[in-house]
């Protein structure tokens, strides 16, 4: 069955770097794309990235372009979300999604969440 | 970016009762549009996509309709399993905007 697992979560202090891993198993990762999604503690949700099933094309919600960097390793069926200089705002539960193109199709399959807490 | 707008944000309905949830975007879609319900403490399910089309698994007293800027998500009959919040998310750029989201709750 398919599977997405997040992970590296934590406390950071603002300014700081983390790295969210995001391990799938069950289905043929390289035929997906990967997005990452975020959702504030009792706010909606906020689309925060997506990379293609191919690695080539990779696209950013505003507010994250130039701090965040979705990749991807396809021998480990393994999506990442590196963050940097981290701000109060990114205090989130971040989600990885699979959907089977960049755009134009929907997110069929996400994980748990990973907590993500920006403070000093 | 294409911006949605859910209404209403919140909804008090009863069992067996019809529900609709409307979204809005601020330029045309087509049908690239998708609804997910969230329960408190777990990751959104997909409910619809292309507007209309029902997610594998899906009841059908959930139902989609729309096209271009203005789509609705029908509850048919409200079951108690469906007290939850419902998102429409834009598919049409890679811009993957959501909707700010509808709570429903227990009447």
Known sequence: ?120 | DIQLTQSPSFLSASVGDRVTITCRASQGISSYLAWYQQKPGKAPNLLIYAASTLQSGVPSRFSGSGSGTEFTLTISSLQPEDFATYYCQQLNSYSLTFGGGTKVEIK
Not at chain 1, 33 to 62: C, F
Not at chain 1, 66 to 90: C, H, W
Not at chain 1, 100 to 106: D, I, V
Request: with cysteine.
């Open chain 1, 1 to 120: 069955q398919v599977q997405l697992v997040e992970s590296g979560g934590g406390v950071v202090q603002p300014g700081r770097s983390l790295r969210l891993s995001c391990a799938a198993s069950g289905f043929i990762f390289s035929n997906y794309a990967m997005h990452w999604v975020r959702q504030a503690p009792g706010k909606g949700l906020e689309w925060v990235a997506v990379i293609s099933y191919d690695g080539s094309n990779k696209y950013y919600t505003d507010s994250v372009k130039g701090r965040f960097t979705i990749s991807r390793d396809t021998p480990k069926s393994t999506v990442y979300l590196q963050m940097n200089s981290l701000r109060a705002e990114d205090t989130a539960v971040y989600y990885c999604a699979r959907s089977r193109a960049a755009a134009g199709t929907p997110t069929d399959y996400w994980g748990q969440g990973t907590l993500v807490t920006v403070s000093s």
